[in-house]
């Protein structure tokens, strides 16, 4: 009966032609859901609201053919749902109209109209990953791809610098794809092209007007665009050290591994455990037989020929070269030498409850020399004493032949040399308290020498003669990174490497600092010629002359997804459509799930010394070639434009 009075109704509405806009309003009715919703599930809740003069008699919701009653609950409101069972997943993407209407006793109606959405997220598009290095030649990309009917509504990439530099680039129009939106980084276009020099957080920001707004944080990313400096090669993850055939890397996964230059094959030899340190206090060294490196929890972990070894725990690793480390424990009073390979260990220095830092530093052929607060000179092997002055002894290097060390008397450091025939060298003072203000190779030293008002970077060459590098208004100081300290910035020729004002310079004997950079990441020589990395990047800085050669190296040229959002990667290509598709690199498939790790071979529970095989090299790699064709023969085609310059 009440299905035939409500057909009555309808009839009677339909020949009065009876609506919200006729008989006087006389029937009001207000949809509360859906509003513009997205279709979540088979369950579609429609929640109105109806009033009239007279009893509202029936109210029903519409959407593509099906028909419900709402049952009145308070207040004039009425509620139900669609079920669309099996048919949700029929449903066309896109919007779907769900209409409302409302009936009084009098038959008279009134109708109201909501929308809702079946949807799917759009997918945001960019080249840059996070430890990326955006570099000369490469500009950044990003892309809105949404679900037809949909369109982008709205693209956006901010750039923020922890300096407060910020950049945002935003898509404009016309878009070559109707419903897509694609930014592109514009070197043309005043404020769109990203400042060099600085490491920045990514936020991407996307909208099609339907669906949530779709935003990405990366970080950091790094530009870094000087023309002096070429990319060569990318690992998969942050480089904490590299040689002619290998890098040492750790992956966004907190994972670290050793990345083959010719094959691109990756050997995942650990996963960095999280300790109270962070993860920035994780760092490494190459060896001859595998890797060496300093956990977030105090364990010095080693990769020995397909095994993975604790060597101790509550430690820190000082110093590596070859196949020999040096570590102390965390309370500084006890310092061991170990031989890798050999699994022997030797004890350097013991003074229990000493809080004296110890620092050391390992000859080529195993000899330690160290230096602590407790002594005024530097110990070397067979206990050669070298040195007795006034203040903290701080670091020594050596190359092998010669040594340098420092002391600092609170106001003042004051560096020596020891040569080989035993003669000490007073090379100057500087006003700073760092150990690292030395650098020893190849018979040269680099040291700071104070001139009245700041440092400046001197050179003594292997014949004795001291040259001024810099002459800057400010204070310049040394490129030094943990294991490597004293080591990286000197050429076999003399020429000297240093940082100054947020740059990086190049200077040698006679001629004027070349910059070759911002002072990001770290610069080092290797094999005939100088290299930065910024993040997952290999750099070769080529000459004033001359650029080097770029380079198309196995898997370099290719895209890996981030974390299946569709993050893309740029690699030396001057041009980029957007919207392209390639397949991953080789590397990028194992990124997305951790590989099992082989169980430690002998992992000491009890914080004990564990014998293990390996080895680094920290006045040269170990496992490196040795030569520039060495260098050529293991990166398997990878071709290196050598420095050449003329010498002053």
């Known amino acids: 009966m009440r299905a035939y009075r409500h057909h009555i109704g309808t009839a009677i509405a339909f020949a009065l032609s009876l609506s919200a806009h006729a008989a006087d309003a006389a029937v009001t009715v207000g949809l509360i859901e859906p509003t513009n919703a997205i279709i979540e599930g088979s369950m579609i809740s429609v929640h109105a609201t109806a009033s009239s003069p007279e009893d509202i008699y029936y109210v029903e919701a519409e959407l593509e053919g099906l028909t419900i009653e709402l049952t009145p609950t308070e207040g004039g409101h009425f509620q139900g749902a669609f079920d669309l069972g099996e048919l949700a997943g029929e449903l066309a993407y896109g919007p779907h109209v769900v209409t409302v209407h409302a009936y009084n006793t009098f038959g008279e109606v009134a109708s109201a109209q909501g929308t809702v959405h079946r949807y799917a997220p759009l997918t945001l598009g960019w080249n840059a990953l996070a430890h990326d290095t955006l570099t000369e030649g490469w500009r950044f990309a990003a892309k809105c791809v949404p679900t037809p009917p949909y369109a982008c509504q709205s693209l956006r990439a901010t750039f923020r610098s922890a300096e407060g530099q910020q950049v945002t680039l935003s898509a404009g129009n016309p878009q070559p794809v109707p419903g897509h939106l694609y930014l592109k980084e514009e070197q043309a276009w005043y404020g769109y092209q990203i400042p060099s020099g600085r490491a920045y957080t990514l936020t991407l920001e996307a909208s099609d007007g339907v669906g949530p707004t779709v935003t990405k944080t990366i970080g950091p990313i790094y530009v870094e665009r000087n023309p002096r400096l070429t990319a060569v090669q990318r690992a998969p993850g942050t480089i904490l050290d590299f040689d002619a055939a290998r890098i040492l890397f750790r992956d966004p996964y907190q994972r670290l591994g050793i990345f083959d230059r010719a094959t691109q094959q990756v050997t995942w030899v650990a996963t960095i455990p999280q300790g109270d340190l962070p993860i920035s206090e994780v760092y490494g060294a190459l060896t001859p037989s595998g890797s060496v490196h300093q956990s977030t929890t105090g364990h010095i972990l080693a990769w020995v020929n397909g095994a993975r070894r604790t060597i101790t725990s509550a430690a820190r690793l000082d110093a590596v070269n070859g196949d020999n480390i040096v570590w102390t424990t965390n309370s500084d009073d006890w310092a061991v030498a170990t031989s890798l390979s050999a699994g022997t260990n030797r004890t350097l220095w013991r003074v229990d409850g000493s809080r004296s830092p110890f620092q050391a530093d390992i000859t080529p052929s195993g000899g330690v020399y160290f230096g602590t607060y407790e002594d005024a000179a530097i110990v070397g092997p067979s206990r050669v004493r070298l040195g007795d002055h006034a203040g903290n002894l701080q670091r020594p290097i050596t190359d092998g032949t010669n040594v340098a060390g420092r002391w600092w008397d609170g106001m003042t450091s004051s560096s020596y040399l020891y040569t080989a025939e035993g003669e000490e060298v007073f090379l100057g003072d500087s006003i700073t308290g760092t150990s690292a203000g030395l650098l020893v190779h190849a018979g040269h030293a680099a040291f700071l020498k104070n001139d009245g008002a700041v440092n400046q970077v001197w050179l003594r060459t292997p014949d004795g003669e001291q040259h001024q590098i810099s002459d800057f208004t400010t204070s310049s100081q040394f ?49 005939g010629s100088w290299y930065v990395t910024i993040g997952n990047t290999i750099l070769q800085v080529s000459s004033a002359q001359g650029a080097v050669a770029r380079l198309a190296a196995p898997g370099n040229a290719e895209f890996a997804p981030e974390e299946g959002l569709g993050g893309e990667r740029e690699v030396l290509s001057t041009s980029f459509a957007v919207d392209e598709v390639l397949d991953e690199p080789m590397w990028a498939r194992d990124l997305h799930e951790p590989d099992a790790l082989p169980a430690s ?48």
């Open 479 to 527: 490129d030094q990174v943990k294991l490597r300290v004293g080591h990286d910035g000197i050429s076999d020729t003399g020429e000297v490497l240093f940082l100054n004002g947020g740059k990086r310079y190049l200077g040698r004997a006679g001629g004027a600092p070349e910059s070759i950079g911002s002072s990001l990441g770290h610069g080092r020589w290797l094999d």
């Open 601 to 648: 071979a002998d992992a000491d529970t009890d914080g004990n010394i564990a014998p293990a095989a390996a080895g680094c090299s920290a006045s040269g790699p170990a496992g490196s070639a040795g030569s520039a064709a060495a260098l050529a023969a293991a990166v398997a085609g990878l071709v290196l434009g050598r420095r050449r310059r003329a010498r002053s």
